[in-house]
């Protein structure tokens, strides 16, 4: 079977394994996880089709044909996407366990509401859930994000997330 992964093709032999399996096993790709493996917490939330779903709960197979986005296809050429670097500047992970499901349930929601409020955005996030309490920054880093996308502003260049959290060190 052919899986359209971060606009790649891969030949995979998905049985009936669920996608996170597939994506992590056989592909290799670390950044969805899974936290609870019935849908419910929104670590192993992927795009397909640009819609957030949870990859525990999809067989691979069911998405054959389709375009599935994980946290790995989302920078450019070395750049963050708005939502990745709003999140790196704004502090909104602390074991940053569930922050590649935030960062794609995100994405979706400024790709439909691109200038949502608190409360839609709040709302939206809500099949997320972070342990460590970091909701106040994700939310104010969603928002920020939404300033960034707005249409026809040029996208900025962004380092990488090692090379961010690096010169975070370097400072003090």
């Known amino acids: 079977m052919i899986l359209k992964v971060n606009s790649r093709e891969y030949e995979v032999e998905p ?3 669920t996608l996170i399996d597939v994506l992590r096993e056989d592909l290799g790709l670390m950044g969805t996880k899974e936290g609870c493996g019935i849908g419910m ?3 192993c939330t992927v795009l397909l089709d640009g819609k957030p779903i949870s990859s525990c709960l999809v067989l691979a197979i069911q998405v054959a044909g389709r375009d599935v986005l994980t946290i ?3 920078s450019e050429n070395g750049i963050l996407h708005p939502v990745q670097a709003a999140f790196v500047e704004h502090g909104a992970f602390q074991c940053a366990y569930c922050t590649p499901g935030f960062v794609l349930s995100s994405v ?5 509401n691109p200038s949502p409020d608190g409360t839609e955005i709040r709302e939206y996030l809500s099949g997320n859930l972070c342990r460590c309490g970091s909701y106040e920054n994700i939310l104010q880093a969603v928002s920020a994000a939404s300033l960034t996308m707005e249409p026809g502003l040029p ?3 962004r380092p990488d997330c090692h090379a961010a959290k690096n010169a975070a060190r370097n400072v003090n």
């Open 155 to 157: 996208r900025e260049p």
């Open 15 to 17: 049985g009936l394994r």
């Open 108 to 112: 979706a929601l400024l790709a439909e």
């Open 41 to 43: 917490c929104g670590a």
């Open 72 to 74: 790995e296809g989302l």
